[in-house]
């Protein structure tokens, strides 16, 4: 985007925003519909077992078949909790109290829908549970996230050991999340344009939308993001006024 040419219109902003909470199901969704697929084939095997040794009355053979499908079972509880709070999360449009360790810790479950993220990166987490309330739609909190971490994953595609790691902290005046990765972080030509729209460097499809989308989620609502040069590592925060 050229110095002169004028920003998006609120229409257009609010446009592009439903666009990316929808393009995040479209990529992280077929995963974990993988995930449950594979828990009911691991199932399905011992089901055919327990049976066979309930016919015959070989009752050691159907306890430990009983086993495998209790684990089975479990699996896909877990895969159904995840895809059931993704869905209450994005539902959740108006301001209310939020956990943002809570949040972030169900958004990074989601992400294990992405093939990349589950095999490959190592994806890190420290996310203390008494730092307090800071308030948001948390539909809002979780897509600017989710733009933050996308483009954490995009900078660690390709690199040695890739990691990410998603922080929750107190700052000054209010709570933060911190994405941080082993990338190389923004070019010196980048780093001032970071948040401006239609820039990027990672070329190909990227339309450099992603950390200005993130950045207008939360403005409603006071919140921010921000590149931290002076880290050790290429991290951005994002930042929340407490409730």
């Given at each position: 985007?050229?110095?002169?040419?004028?920003?998006?219109?609120?229409?257009?902003?609010?446009?592009?925003?439903?666009?990316?909470?929808?393009?995040?199901?479209?990529r992280l969704?077929?995963?974990?519909?993988?995930?449950?697929?594979?828990?009911?084939?691991?199932?399905?095997?011992?089901?055919?077992?327990?049976?066979?040794?309930?016919?015959?009355?070989?009752?050691?053979?159907?306890?430990?078949?009983?086993?495998?499908?209790?684990?089975?079972?479990?699996?896909?509880?877990?895969?159904?909790?995840?895809?059931?709070?993704?869905?209450?999360?994005?539902?959740?449009?108006?301001?209310?109290?939020?956990?943002?360790?809570?949040?972030?810790?169900?958004?990074?479950?989601?992400?294990?829908?992405?093939?990349?993220?589950?095999?490959?990166?190592?994806?890190?987490?420290?996310?203390?549970?008494?730092?307090?309330?800071?308030?948001?739609?948390?539909?809002?909190?979780?897509?600017?996230?989710?733009?933050?971490?996308a483009n954490?994953?995009?900078?660690?595609?390709?690199?040695?050991?890739?990691?990410?790691?998603?922080?929750?902290?107190?700052?000054?005046?209010?709570?933060?999340?911190?994405?941080?990765?082993?990338?190389?972080?923004?070019?010196?030509?980048?780093?001032g344009r970071?948040?401006?729209?239609?820039?990027?460097?990672?070329?190909?499809?990227?339309?450099?939308?992603?950390?200005?989308?993130?950045?207008?989620?939360?403005?409603?609502?006071?919140?921010?993001?921000?590149?931290?040069?002076?880290?050790?590592?290429?991290?951005?925060?994002?930042?929340?006024?407490?409730?």
């Open positions: 985007m050229s110095p002169t040419a004028p920003p998006p219109s609120p229409e257009l902003v609010r446009a592009l925003l439903e666009r990316e909470r929808l393009a995040l199901v479209g969704l077929p995963g974990l519909v993988h995930n449950l697929s594979g828990g009911v084939q691991t199932m399905s095997l011992p089901l055919d077992l327990a049976r066979l040794a309930l016919k015959r009355g070989d009752s050691a053979k159907l306890a430990g078949k009983l086993d495998t499908l209790r684990e089975g079972l479990e699996r896909l509880t877990t895969e159904v909790g995840i895809l059931a709070r993704r869905s209450r999360t994005d539902r959740k449009r108006a301001a209310e109290p939020l956990d943002l360790a809570d949040l972030a810790g169900g958004e990074l479950d989601f992400w294990r829908g992405d093939l990349f993220v589950k095999h490959d990166v190592r994806l890190e987490r420290e996310l203390p549970r008494d730092l307090g309330l800071a308030r948001c739609a948390p539909a809002d909190a979780a897509l600017a996230l989710n733009l933050v971490l954490a994953v995009e900078a660690v595609r390709g690199g040695p050991s890739p990691v990410v790691m998603v922080r929750a902290r107190a700052v000054e005046g209010g709570l933060a999340l911190e994405v941080s990765d082993s990338g190389p972080g923004p070019s010196p030509e980048m780093a970071l948040f401006e729209p239609f820039t990027g460097d990672k070329g190909g499809e990227h339309e450099g939308l992603g950390l200005f989308l993130a950045r207008e989620a939360l403005r409603p609502w006071g919140g921010a993001v921000a590149w931290l040069p002076e880290a050790p590592r290429a991290t951005f925060r994002i930042s929340l006024p407490r409730n």
